[in-house]
């Protein structure tokens, strides 16, 4: 199993704007998940990419994957006070997921 | 349906102490993840049962440990406790037979345990 690096570590954002998360790996994957956490609670699954994905869309949230790069964004549109939280990638490749730092978003109102 | 439930909240021990928490998975799941969350590690995962077995395992120190039952309920234990063991530990259920090749976890919310 590996881990993802998010990037930025941080990031803030008037509210309305559009946010977007980028998350790299190492070693091929099976499919790669995004988490958000809101401060203090647990994690709440919001996509599953698989491999053979290249873009996903639920709602305002719209991931990328590209594998040959390793890599994979999150883009979330007109953001809300409630989307500020920490923010996951899980690259799965293994029997299990390993979070890394994730990226903490901030929306300003 | 019901999410996954984990108890207590909130729990303060004493160094030395030990203590166990408890997490209910989704009905008909049949797998549990442990996480320890801290500022300092960020989410480090703890293990994985399956079945009543142990499927998974990180590298936490033998004092952690946990078990599963025959209805998937599964409970952590962590004996001698010290400073260090202050987290949030997080359960997770997911679906399916294997491990998260095609399904998300589902999170509960957490025990935010203080050792003092």
């Known amino acids: 199993s590996q881990q993802g690096e998010e990037d930025p570590q941080a990031l803030s954002i008037q509210e309305g704007e559009n946010a977007t998360m980028n998350c790299s790996y190492k070693?091929?994957?099976?499919?790669l998940q995004w988490y958000r956490q809101n401060s203090g609670r647990g994690l709440v699954h919001l996509i599953l990419?698989?491999?053979?994905?290249r873009e996903k869309h639920s709602g305002r949230l719209r991931v990328t994957l590209d594998t040959s790069k390793k890599s994979s964004s999150l883009l979330i549109t007109a953001s809300r006070a409630a989307d500020t939280a920490s923010y996951f990638c899980?690259?799965?490749?293994?029997?299990?997921?390993?979070f890394g730092k994730g990226t903490r978003l901030h929306i300003l109102p | 349906k019901a999410g996954v439930t984990q108890t207590p909240r909130y729990l303060i021990k004493t160094r030395g102490q030990q203590v166990t928490l408890s997490c209910s998975p989704i009905?008909?799941?049949?797998?549990v993840s442990w996480y320890q969350q801290t500022p300092g590690q960020g989410l480090q995962f703890l293990f994985e049962?399956?079945?009543?077995?142990?499927?998974n395992k990180g590298n936490f120190p033998g004092r952690f440990s946990g078990r599963q039952f025959s209805n998937s309920r599964s409970e952590m234990n962590v004996s001698t406790l010290e400073l260090g063991d202050s987290a949030l530990y997080l359960c997770?259920?997911?679906?399916?037979?294997?491990?998260?090749?095609?399904?998300?976890?589902?999170f509960g919310s957490g025990t935010r345990l203080t050792v003092v």
């Open positions: 009905s008909g799941h049949r797998s």
């Open positions: 997770a259920s997911k679906g399916g037979t294997g491990g998260p090749l095609n399904y998300g976890y589902t």
């Open positions: 070693t091929s994957i099976n499919n």
């Open positions: 899980a690259p799965v490749g293994g029997d299990k997921i390993i």
């Open positions: 049962y399956f079945s009543e077995t142990q499927r």
């Open positions: 990419i698989r491999s053979n994905e």
